[in-house]
């Protein structure tokens, strides 16, 4: 587990606890050294005067947290297991009480609901604020209005489910929101803008107040990209500001099937999976706002049992359909351009690309807006190929399930039932159905591209590794760690016997130089000799083996048998090794080069092996 020491804002070493860290974060908003942005902005009106100095040392927690939740990073692609994706950091933060602060009724609320969201090990050291000036830009002259008739604070992140909130809060309940907003870069700047001003056009009986914050390094870039704690930055802007104003509702409008998000690959564990507005998360937020602040604050999703589909179906009821087009969903906003906003293979762009499709609003959404179609355009093979099949795969399985087996299935449900106001029968029935609705909404979709197509298809006019061609292959309903050990075998296959053609490799490790050659030049990214792995008292590792997104885990061994009596070994190693990376629940693919037909019967041979689940082989000569 990485350990990090953070001192915050000029914070002094000497107040942590004693011990080694592997790295120390000096995280500072005030002068000198200055790398951290933290600047309040408003859009239309200033509301804000004098912020109370709690709300300020909140928003600062959450900023120093976001800033090292970015600068640590969680392992690498040879933490096969995630033991590395658990940091254990250490904060030394000044405030402007710190008794208040370490009071156990806040710090334990705040580290669990802060653990609880990044899966890390936390401590937070509290300490007096130091001499140096407050955050001035933290404050407003005593003449700026606020805003008379904001009953409620929606955070709008410029996504569709943020944009089917706002509307949603003032169309059918009557409420008027104060949207809030993080800012990290620019062009998500803009965006935001852009939208919220179409919906203050649009709607003249409310002026939709923004308020957005800007959160952001200088200096050196973020080295994680997957913020687990950005939630918890968004909440405490929201909740700063709800004190401020004394506005006692806040809504975070998501999904239910990204708010529960359940687990779509044997890999995701832990913090792999966004919590970003689990029911857990939010119940543990709402506590320490209210204990914080003595103030009785709400914060309540009111779509945890809608899926996207349903959410973007109230869009032309409000004639607000075409305002689709202006949000962005992508997950990868850093990377996108102005033209193109979305890659359209990331999690987030297929569950939107699937339920557009789904609410009939495809003409509102331009696929000249992704880079890539799923739907028709050729993915890459592994990481863009293995999601969206796992994606569909899913909604199949799930669409055959009854409440038991769904619920043995995804067992860490138990969490959102105790977490969801309501009795726990209805609230479990709620999820199944949640489920059952999202899979044949996903179903649906697929069968109506599929049939759209099917000329093109018939006709070989599309590429083999669109999403319709891997429909019609049935690629969905395999296991694509099989698919793709199949691809390495072709590639290994072919390439062996042309290196060896004049001459047979004389040892074992002329036949691994001589793959990972192969399987470089077919730019295949595995890592040699890694990890090492232990068995009972033996360690061992793979000859190559591909960890890299921590979604898949695939070995490759290959084994040189070059005279009949090395047959029996051979055997008996590759059957040792099938009882060992079993255990660790790995693919493996094993390329025997045989350079004399010492192995009488290539299929029965490659029979006997691959009986055992997850084993691919081949006989190369």
Not at 24 to 51: E, K, M, Q, Y
């Amino acid at each position: 587990m990485t350990s990090g020491l953070v001192l915050c804002n000029h914070a002094k070493p000497d107040a942590a606890p004693t011990g080694r860290y592997d790295q120390t974060i000096h995280i500072n908003c005030t002068p000198p050294r200055v790398n951290l942005n933290l600047h309040i902005d408003n859009i239309t009106h200033r509301i804000l005067s004098n912020l109370d100095p709690l709300a300020q040392d909140l928003l600062e927690i959450a900023a120093y947290v976001y800033y090292a939740d970015c600068t640590v990073p969680r392992g690498t692609d040879k933490d096969v297991y995630a033991d590395q994706w658990r940091r254990n950091l250490v904060f030394v933060i000044p405030v402007s009480d710190p008794k208040k602060w370490s009071d156990p009724v806040i710090s334990d609320l705040l580290i669990e609901a802060l653990e609880f969201i990044t899966d890390d090990k936390l401590s937070l050291v509290f300490t007096p604020p130091s001499t140096r000036p407050t955050q001035l830009f933290l404050t407003f002259p005593n003449m700026a209005p606020s805003f008379p008739g904001a009953d409620c604070i929606s955070l709008f992140s410029g996504g569709l489910d943020s944009l089917v909130g706002s509307l949603f809060l003032l169309k059918e309940r009557s409420e008027r929101p104060l949207l809030i907003s993080h800012r990290s870069m620019p062009k998500v700047d803009s965006r935001q803008k852009k939208l919220v001003q179409l919906l203050q056009e649009r709607n003249t009986d409310w002026v939709y107040p923004h308020l957005s914050m800007w959160v952001n390094r200088k200096g050196n870039p973020a080295v994680e990209a997957t913020q687990r704690s950005r939630s918890f930055l968004y909440l405490s802007i929201a909740a700063a500001v709800a004190s401020q104003l004394k506005i006692q509702k806040i809504y975070i409008c998501e999904n239910g099937i990204v708010s529960v998000n359940i687990p779509r690959s044997g890999q995701n564990i832990g913090s792999l999976l966004t919590r970003s507005t689990h029911p857990k998360f939010l119940g543990l937020f709402e506590q320490l706002a209210r204990n914080l602040f003595d103030f009785d604050l709400q914060i309540e999703n009111p779509f945890i049992f809608c899926t996207k589909a349903e959410m973007l179906k109230m869009l032309p009821g409000w004639y607000a359909a075409d305002l689709a087009q202006g949000t962005v969903s992508c997950s990868y906003t850093q990377r996108t351009t102005k033209l193109q906003p979305h890659c359209g293979t990331c999690s987030q762009c297929v569950d939107r690309r699937f339920s557009v499709a789904a609410a009939g609003l495809e003409a509102d959404d331009k696929i000249e807006y992704y880079e890539k179609d799923i739907f028709l355009d050729p993915l890459e093979e592994g990481k863009e190929t293995a999601y969206v099949e796992g994606y569909v795969r899913t909604a199949f399985d799930i669409s055959e399930m009854n409440d038991v087996r769904f619920f043995a299935k995804y067992p860490e449900l138990d969490e959102i039932v105790g977490s969801v106001a309501g009795k726990p029968d209805e609230i479990g029935k709620n999820i199944y159905n949640l489920f059952q609705k999202h899979a044949a909404e996903v179903i649906s979709v697929a069968s109506e591209k599929c049939s759209r197509h099917q000329e093109n298809l018939l006709a070989g006019k599309l590429n083999d590794n669109c999403l319709i061609s891997m429909l019609a292959y049935r690629r969905h309903l395999r296991d694509p760690l099989s698919v793709y050990a199949e691809k390495l075998a072709r590639i290994l296959q072919s390439s062996l016997r042309i290196y060896f053609q004049t001459e047979k490799p004389a040892r074992e490790s002329r036949l691994q130089e001589s793959a990972e050659a192969a399987l470089k030049a077919a730019d295949e990214r595995l890592r040699r000799e890694s990890p090492m792995l232990s068995y009972c008292v033996v360690q061992t590792k793979p000859d190559f083996a591909d960890v890299a997104n921590l979604e898949r885990l695939l070995f490759v061994e290959m084994k040189l048998l070059n005279n009949r009596e090395k047959l029996n070994k051979v055997v008996t190693e590759i059957t040792s090794r099938i009882t060992i990376y079993r255990d660790q629940g790995a693919f493996v693919l094993f390329v025997v080069y045989d350079t004399g037909d010492f192995i009488t019967d290539d299929e029965e041979f490659i029979r006997d092996l691959e009986r055992h689940e997850k084993i691919k082989a081949i006989v190369v000569r």
